[in-house]
C-alpha cells in the first residue's frame, strides 16, 4: 500500500493519495481543485487514480473530484448521508457511488468502510482503512474528513452562519456529540489523517500536526474529555471565528458541482496606464498582490491589496466579489500560475487579466499612499478622539480586549459595512499585528477614504508599548 500526504498551506487542507501497488490502482481523497500534483505522483509511482472520495461537501474549498473524473474517467464515491437539503446533485454526467454508514467498497486490495459521522454537517461521513494485501484484518486507520481534527473537531456552526440554515448549530453539535460516542469505541491504535491543520476556519483549536491516533486524540482532544452532553454543546460552539463569506459559495458549488476549469475564461494581459486607468474607473475589481510595505509606499487609486502571502487565499475569498470580473496586478509572471491556482482553489474563476505592477508605477504622479503609524506616536490623538480608529480583528479578539473608543468591523465585512465609517477624521485601521489592518486601509483608501493610517503591530503592541 502507498499513502501520500498533500497539504496547501493557504486553505490548511489535507488530501491523500492511496494506492494499492499489487494492482496498480489509486484514489484521491477530498482532493483539492488543482489535480495536477496527484497526477504526478501517480505517474512516478505507477499508479493509476479510479477514484476521488469525499468525506463530506466542502465549504471552505471547490473539490478537485469531478477534474479526475474529466480527465481520467475516475469514480466519485460521495456522501448519500443527511437529508434532501445535503446531497449531491447534477451526478449524471459523472461515474459515482453514493455511500451510506457501514458501506464497503475495494480499491485493488484496499478495503474502505464507511462510517457515518454527522456533526460538522449531516451528510459527513470517514472512511476506515483496511490493507487487505498482507494479513491485516482490522483497519490501520481513517481519513475523518472535518470530523476529528488534532486536538480539535469540526464546527456545527457553518450551516447557520455561511449557508443560513437557521437552528442548525446546536444540532449539529448534538450530532457531533453523538459521533464522538462511536469515535471513542475505535481502537486506540488506529491513525487519524483529518482534512485540515492549523488555520483553517472549519474548527477554532486545530493542531499543526499531520496526523494522530484515536487513542492520543481521546487523551488530549478537549472534545473528548466533555461527558456531559449540554457542557459539550456550549463549549463548541462559543469562541468559533467568524466562517468567511465564500463558504456559502463553495458548499453550492460543491453540492451543485463546480464547472471545470477549462471552461474559464481566457486570461488577457494589461500593456498600458491608459487601460488599466480605464478599468479602474469603470469600477472593475483591480487587486494588487504586491507586500503591504510596498502597496503603502504607492498604488493606483482605486486599487485594493491582498499580498500574495500564507493568507492569500482566506482574504481573497472574504474580500472578492465573486460576481464580477477580477484583474490581478503581480510583480512578476513567475507568481502568475501559483496565485491563479490559489484563486480558483476557492472557486474565484472571473479573473479576466493581469498586469506587471512595476510598468505602471514608474513615473506615474497619480499614485497614493497610507502611512504606517506606531501606537506611541498616535496615542495621545487616539485618547483625546481626534483620530477615528476601526479595529479589523475577529469578535472573539475584540471581545478579549480592545482600545477604548474603536468601532469594531471585522476585515472580512469591511467592502460590506464601510458605510457605517462616518468621519472627517484621519482614519487608523487597526488589527492584532498590523497585516490585517494593512489589508482594510486599502479597502477604504479604495473607495474613497484617503487619509488613511495603518497601526503598525496593532493591539498587541498597543498593549506591550502604552501603559495604562
Given amino acids: ?93 459523472v461515474n459515482h457511488k453514493l455511500l451510506k454508514d457501514r458501506d464497503t467498497f475495494k480499491i485493488g486490495n484496499l478495503l474502505f468502510e464507511v462510517m457515518h459521522t454527522p456533526g460538522h454537517t449531516p451528510e459527513s461521513i470517514s472512511f476506515l482503512l483496511t490493507d487487505k494485501g498482507g494479513s491485516a484484518d482490522k483497519p490501520m486507520g481513517m481519513f475523518t474528513g472535518d470530523f476529528v481534527f488534532v486536538g480539535d473537531v469540526g464546527r456545527p456552526d457553518l450551516l447557520e452562519k455561511a449557508a443560513g440554515m437557521k437552528g442548525t448549530s446546536e444540532d449539529g453539535a448534538k450530532q457531533m456529540f453523538r459521533s464522538l460516542k462511536k469515535f471513542r469505541n475505535l481502537p486506540d491504535y488506529l491513525q487519524v489523517w483529518p482534512a485540515h491543520g492549523a488555520g483553517s476556519a ?28 449540554q457542557i459539550f454543546i456550549q463549549t463548541l460552539l462559543e469562541g468559533q471565528p467568524e466562517p468567511p463569506k465564500y463558504f456559502a459559495v463553495m458548499k453550492s458549488v460543491n453540492k451543485i ?77 513567475d507568481v502568475l500560475d501559483e496565485l491563479m491556482i490559489s484563486l480558483h482553489s476557492v472557486g474565484i474563476d472571473y479573473i479576466v487579466g493581469y498586469g506587471l505592477i512595476g510598468q505602471f508605477l514608474e513615473g506615474n504622479s ?13 496615542y495621545e490623538q487616539i485618547k483625546n478622539k481626534e483620530v477615528y480608529l476601526v479595529d479589523v480583528r475577529n469578535r472573539s479578539e475584540w471581545n478579549d480586549g480592545h482600545i477604548d473608543g474603536a468601532q469594531h468591523i471585522m476585515l472580512g465585512t469591511l467592502p460590506d459595512r464601510r458605510n457605517e465609517i462616518l468621519t472627517d477624521k484621519p482614519i487608523i485601521v487597526q488589527c492584532g499585528s498590523g497585516v490585517r489592518s494593512a489589508i482594510g486601509a486599502s479597502i477604504l483608501q479604495a473607495n474613497g477614504m484617503k487619509n488613511v493610517y495603518n497601526l503598525l503591530g496593532g493591539y498587541t503592541r498597543w498593549v506591550r508599548d502604552i501603559k495604562e
Fill in 1 to 93: 500500500m502507498l499513502l501520500r500526504y498533500f497539504y496547501d498551506e493557504r486553505l490548511a487542507h489535507a488530501s491523500y493519495l492511496v494506492g494499492c501497488q499489487a494492482t496498480g490502482e489509486a484514489i484521491v481523497v477530498d482532493p483539492m481543485r488543482n489535480i495536477q500534483p496527484y497526477l504526478q505522483v501517480a505517474d512516478q509511482e505507477g499508479l493509476r487514480i479510479v477514484g476521488a472520495l469525499e468525506t463530506h461537501i466542502h465549504a471552505d474549498f471547490v473539490t478537485g473530484s469531478r477534474e479526475l473524473a474529466a480527465k481520467l474517467d475516475s469514480t466519485l464515491y460521495l456522501s448519500d448521508e443527511g437529508d434532501q437539503d445535503w446531497k449531491y446533485q447534477n451526478l449524471e454526467s
Fill in 202 to 229: 472549519c474548527g477554532k483549536a486545530l493542531g499543526a500536526i499531520p496526523s494522530t491516533t484515536v487513542g492520543y486524540e481521546k487523551q488530549f482532544n478537549w472534545a473528548l474529555q466533555i461527558e456531559d452532553e
Fill in 257 to 333: 458541482g463546480p464547472k471545470l476549469l477549462q471552461e474559464n475564461p481566457e486570461l488577457s494581459r494589461i500593456n498600458s496606464n491608459q487601460e488599466l486607468s480605464e478599468l479602474i474607473q469603470s469600477g472593475r475589481q483591480v487587486l494588487d498582490t504586491r507586500d503591504a510595505d510596498s502597496f503603502a509606499d504607492g498604488h493606483l487609486p482605486g486599487t485594493i491589496n491582498i499580498p500574495f502571502n500564507k493568507s492569500f487565499t482566506n482574504w481573497a475569498g472574504w474580500l472578492i466579489d465573486y460576481h464580477k470580473p477580477l484583474y490581478i496586478l503581480i510583480s512578476s509572471e
Fill in 366 to 378: 497619480s499614485l497614493e499612499s497610507y502611512v504606517n503609524v506606531t501606537p506611541t506616536e498616535v
